[in-house]
């Protein structure tokens, strides 16, 4: 069964392999391939997570294959697999499918059509790896590749000033997160002297017996990646560039910075709780951060004059609400909170294009004059 894992991986690259060598002016081959392959996901991790459940459900770990390996110290490819993987994997692919058919007709004739749907797949691909990561350097590749067509995504219209410079700014916070992501790997193995796996952090026996001879290397560790997951996730004092990223199409912005990439900070706080479970004070950290990202972001979405970007601090405000849930334990309901918000804010995002056309189509056709338009005065002026 383990051994199946590493199909999700492959299936998101092979359909981006496909749709690489198609012409780009063949749209309907273009958007075939790639809504045949997040359905395809989709329907095999369904069936995959029925066997799992009727199994017990247990806690799957497999080693892929070692990229390096030199004295006590090995880089290798792990994938894993539990409820928290099962959960983010399965609404990843649903709002992926959702996406790929809204896309195929909200994209239809736009130059960067096929452009577009390598760079979906591209980060579809990056973002099941971070989900099936069994360690902190699968996550690392997978969270590289998030990065990465971020930018391409953020700055889609590449003939125009403003989302290239948006696009520059993101990657560049991103970065930031990309290295505390690799300090706190560095110090994992300082701490282990070995390639921790998150499967080998469930052993709480073993993870408190390291921290209470080295105390100071899970703090580092636990703020490395509490900075990397407040980045990722933009929260306070990071939550600026969330608005900046809406410049690419507005498909993209729902499956990025409404509901899948915004939400790995949770993902990453979730996969590395056995850390700092037992740290009083970073627990504390992550509820603050939270809590004053969640008040903030509410009274700056309120006086937001886009719709997008109103709902991404909307976004960003429940997000922080997440981080207090996981910090306090409460992984179900976490769980269940990143499932509603990434379904809502999908929906909103998407439909954000219809509203306004709604609302300009009801000012046209449903105007009543006032009472100075009645005597002409503005007619008069």
């Known amino acids: 069964m383990e051994q199946l894992l590493q199909l999700f991986i492959l299936l998101p690259f092979l359909g981006l392999l496909i749709t690489l060598v198609l012409p780009h002016k063949n749209e309907r081959a273009i958007s075939g391939v790639v809504i045949a392959t997040v359905v395809a996901h989709l329907l095999g991790l369904v069936g995959f997570v029925a066997n799992w459940l009727l199994n017990q459900s247990p806690t799957l770990d497999i080693k892929h294959f070692t990229i390096f390996e030199q004295d ?5 490819i792990d994938f894993y697999f539990d409820k928290t993987t099962a959960v983010f994997g399965i609404i990843g692919s649903a709002i992926a499918v959702i996406v790929a058919f809204f896309s195929r007709t909200y994209m239809h004739r736009e130059a960067g ?45 590449r003939d125009r000033d403003l989302p290239v410079r948006n696009a520059m700014k993101v990657v560049s916070i991103y ?20 390639n921790i796996t998150f499967f080998q952090l469930n052993d709480t026996a073993a ?13 580092f560790i636990a703020g ?8 990722k996730s933009a929260q306070f004092p990071f939550s600026s560039w969330l608005p900046r990223a809406m410049e690419g199409p507005t498909t993209s912005s729902a499956i990025f910075y409404g509901s899948l990439s915004v939400h ?11 850390y700092w479970e037992s740290i009083g004070f970073v627990k504390a950290l992550i509820c603050f951060i939270g809590l004053f990202t969640c008040v903030v972001a509410t009274l700056i979405a309120r006086v937001q004059p886009t719709v997008k970007t109103q709902i991404a601090y909307a976004s960003v405000a429940q997000i922080g609400l997440m981080f207090i849930e996981v910090a306090l334990g409460w992984h179900v309901l976490a769980l269940v909170h990143f499932a509603g918000n990434a379904f809502l804010r999908t929906y909103q995002l998407l439909i954000s294009p219809s509203v306004l056309s709604y609302r300009i189509h009801d000012m046209l056709f449903s105007f009543r004059p006032g009472p100075a338009e009645e005597h002409g005065t503005f007619l008069r002026s």
Do not use: C
Request: aromatic content about 22%; glycine content about 6%.
């Open 175 to 194: 970065r930031l997160g990309d290295v505390a992501l690799i300090l706190a790997m560095w110090m994992s193995h300082h701490l282990w002297h070995e």
């Open 264 to 274: 790995l900070g949770v993902f990453l706080l979730l996969r590395t709780y056995p």
């Open 224 to 231: 490395m990646v509490v900075l990397a997951a407040t980045i």
């Open 72 to 76: 006590d110290i090995a880089i290798f």
């Open 207 to 219: 993870v408190l017996d390291h921290l209470t001879e080295h105390q100071w290397y899970g703090v």
């Open 113 to 157: 059509f096929k452009r577009y749907f390598v760079a979906f797949l591209f980060f579809f691909s990056g973002y099941n790896i971070v989900v099936f990561a069994g360690n902190f350097e699968t996550l690392f590749a997978g969270w590289e590749l998030v990065g990465i067509t971020s930018f391409l995504l953020i700055a889609f219209y």
